[in-house]
T-cell receptor, first 110, second 116 residues
């Protein structure tokens, strides 16, 4: 019963590097999301997808890209990492009512 | 003004106490209301889900929605040390599948500590 699986759990990046946060879900949910969570700021939506091949921007998309080639996978790409992208990233999926989260990926940009 | 306001705490209570956690919101279009529990270094976990006004009970947890006041609450009875976590309220409006993507608006979370 895996649910939403994110990798890596922890990562340190240097300024200007790029990386991809992986997310996969085994619940056959159509909706998938990427959020970032910063202290005192709550969860902010970066990108979301309503199905394979369909993605859209959330509140804070700058500096990120996503793709959704399959129902299961929704990777988040960070291009040219900046210190402002230091955060905890959560992938989530939804069947249409409630949202279920992964365990998070802690990213530090130095 | 934020769409959803939540007191960040921390809130410290003795074991066995009744805990009241609250959120206020400004968007009258919100129809669905959720409470998530988040332990340290973990993802948010869905606790309660309600639609429109009224109460919903699940074990020691009761979710209450007052749409006229734009106010939601989560009550925890007989609180336990294992309830120590951050509690996030979340809500969304009734939107179409392609138009809205079921996006949630979150409060910033209230940190709760239940002490022995």
């Amino acid at each position: 019963n895996a649910g939403v699986t994110q990798t890596p759990k922890f990562r340190i990046l240097k300024i200007g590097q790029s990386m991809t946060l992986q997310c996969t879900q085994d619940m056959n949910h159509n909706y998938m999301y990427w959020y970032r969570q910063d202290p005192g700021m709550g969860l902010k939506l970066i990108y979301y997808s309503v199905g394979a091949g369909i993605t859209d921007k959330g509140e804070v998309p700058n500096g990120y890209n996503v793709s959704r080639s399959t129902t299961e996978d929704f990777p988040l790409r960070l291009e040219l990492a900046a210190p402002s992208q230091t955060s905890v990233y959560f992938c989530a999926s939804s069947p249409g009512n409630t949202i279920y989260f992964g365990e998070g990926s802690w990213l530090t940009v130095v | 003004q934020k769409e959803v306001e939540q007191d960040p705490g921390p809130l410290s209570v003795p074991e066995g106490a009744i805990v009241s956690l609250n959120c206020t919101y400004s968007n009258s279009a919100f129809q669905y209301f959720m409470w998530y529990r988040q332990y340290s270094r973990k993802g948010p976990e869905l606790l309660m889900y309600t639609y429109s006004s009224g109460n919903k009970e699940d074990g020691r947890f009761t979710a209450q929605v007052d749409k006229s006041s734009k106010y939601i609450s989560l009550f925890i009875r007989d609180s336990q040390p294992s309830d120590s976590a951050t509690y996030l309220c979340a809500m969304r409006s009734l939107v179409g599948v392609t138009g809205g993507g079921n996006k949630l608006t979150f409060g910033t979370g209230t940190q709760l500590k239940v002490e022995l």
